[in-house]
């Protein structure tokens, strides 16, 4: 297919590459310089203006940082340039109400509109072992899969309603930052007793038997959150769009709320930028431990 993809970041780029690398006619866009030298021996067309990016391509993916750059990047261009017959794949992680509304514009416009936003980190993404949750009109979801497939190692499909897989996303992460927090709660307790973390996390990963519970377990229990995997900062914001949607449908969320208030403090003490799997390090601070 001919393709545009626009946001170039840690995620974007290597998702990139991997379209390439199937083949596809590339152009790129992303608001400030990157280098593509990634794209290796597929060098794609980069485009100076989002509107010129977007004309003539066939489907038109996005991968940018939040609602707002989802909104500016729709308006300032891409919806304008869209060509009737192409499909907007929108793929980043933005809120229902932002799910929702760019929806509505591209249904004004009689474009088409899938949401396929993806779980894994920027290393899972340049070995294209995304897992991607799709929704939209079913005939462009269809239409759209072998892209993702490029780019993934599975697909869950939620639907006609584009928003249903941004939500899909909100309360998985939610689900991933609870574990983070119960993790964090259980090695404190282990550190205080005298038991050694790792000797923990190997009897609960024989328990669980989760690949995320193991990876996860093996950083907290050796306090390596630095890594700069999926920033604190990225993690608080996915749980404030969640609480937002629990209450829009008047769903209470108490362990949302604590995940969101562990992240509230790692930011407040300045440590933003570090692996979201702080949490665990706050819930061992809590407990008095340095």
Known sequence: MKLTFVGLGAMGLPMAVNLARAGHEMTVFNRSPRPLDAFADRPPRL????????????????????????EAVVRGGLLDGLDAGAVHVAMSTVSVATARRMAALHAERDRAYVAAPVFGRPDAAAAAKLWIVLAGEAEQRARVRPLLEAMGRGISEFGDEPW??????????????????????????????????????????????????ANYGRMIAERRDGAELFKASLGLKDLRLLLAAADTLAVPMPLAGLAHDGLLTAIALGRG??????LARVAQERAGLA
Do not use: C, H
Not at 48 to 70: I, K
Not at 273 to 278: G, I, L, P
């Open 47 to 70: 485009a100076a203006d989002l509107r010129a990016a977007v004309e003539g391509a066939e489907a038109v993916l996005t991968m940018v940082a939040d609602d707002n750059a989802l």
């Open 164 to 213: 249903r897989a941004n939500l899909v996303k909100l309360g998985n992460n939610f689900v991933l930052a609870a574990m983070l927090e119960t993790l964090g709660e259980a090695v404190a307790l282990m550190r205080k007793a005298g038991i050694p973390p790792q000797d923990f996390i190997d009897a609960a990963n024989r328990l669980f038997q989760s690949p995320v519970y």
């Open 273 to 278: 930028d570090a692996d979201w799997s702080v």
